[in-house]
């Protein structure tokens, strides 16, 4: 059925606050025109000012999610987000081999912006050893590639190096995010393309603290504009400027990290 609709299923944790996660997601796929799909590895108690606590789903329901889409369903590209711990990673990762949800965008969740661990830190080899290889692209940001690499990156080299090296896990495309970083005046991704090819991309830094859910507006985003059949660079560079331009049209929702207005 060549003709369906654009669809894009999101493999991630829920935010009860809306802000992050597969909330934040599903509202990137709506205003990108794009039908938004789930599949729910874990539940946050959430709001602006933390994660409260969370549970990930028995792997047998995250199975069922997957048989459930399959045997109906024609997701054009798909997303991981936060996959809370081994086990969980393991399972999305046997359930992706078994299905064509088409180009698979990692988003490495670790660390929520409250300093919460939303994935055990055990579960760094799984997904490096697991996951990664599975990509089409990995958009870890500072501490995620980082974590991935086991390298210290305190450099524009560091971070060239940490793509490469991510690269060699398996990824074909690599974008590491640089909004964690130090520069005051831009945020600077580096994208590493498959065929050895790379570019940055810069975008002012907004003083602000409403930018929960940022990593996962911009790869839902990318997969988004996969599944409307643009190319891979062009996505990355609409994701950019779709977060940036939704950091930039602030909200006024909750007491802390505010979410992102995704009517832009
Ligand atoms: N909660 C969930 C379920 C997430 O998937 C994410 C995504 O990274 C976060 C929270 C973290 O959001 P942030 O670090 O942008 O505040």
């Known amino acids: 059925m060549a003709n369906e609709f654009p669809q894009v299923v999101t493999i991630a944790g829920t935010d009860s606050g809306g802000g992050a996660g597969v909330m934040a997601d599903l509202k990137t796929l709506q205003a990108r025109h794009v039908f938004g799909q789930a599949v729910i590895v874990a539940v946050t108690a959430q709001n602006t000012l933390g994660v409260q606590d969370f549970m990930a789903l028995p792997t047998k329901l995250i199975d069922e999610q997957f048989a459930s889409l399959a045997a109906d369903l024609k997701p054009r590209a798909c997303k991981t987000g936060m996959l809370a711990d081994a086990e969980h990673v393991h399972a999305v990762v046997e359930n992706l081999k078994k299905v064509d949800f088409g180009p698979l965008i990692v988003d490495p969740v670790m660390i929520a912006k409250g300093g919460a ?13 697991e996951l990664v290889p599975l990509a089409t692209l990995v958009t870890p940001n500072l501490p995620e590639a980082v974590a991935l690499t086991d390298r210290p990156i305190e450099s ?22 640089g909004g964690h970083g130090d520069n005051p005046e831009l945020a600077s991704d580096f994208v590493l393309l498959a065929d050895g090819s790379h570019f940055w991309l810069s975008a002012p830094r907004i003083a602000t603290k409403r930018t929960h859910g940022t990593g996962d507006t911009l790869s839902a985003c990318i997969a ?16 950019k400027a779709f977060v940036a331009a939704a950091i930039k049209a602030t909200i006024q929702v909750g007491h802390g990290h505010g979410p992102l207005n995704h009517w832009v």
Do not use: C, F, H, P
């Not at 988004?224 to 994701?239: N, P």
């Open 117 to 129: 661990a939303l994935l055990a830190a055990d579960a760094i080899q799984t997904v490096r050893e």
């Open 156 to 177: 524009t080299a560091d971070m060239i190096e940490a793509a490469k090296l991510i690269q060699q896990l398996g990824a074909k495309n690599v974008m590491i995010k």
């Open 224 to 239: 988004a504009e996969l599944a409307k059949g643009a190319d891979l660079s062009i996505a990355i560079e609409t994701g």
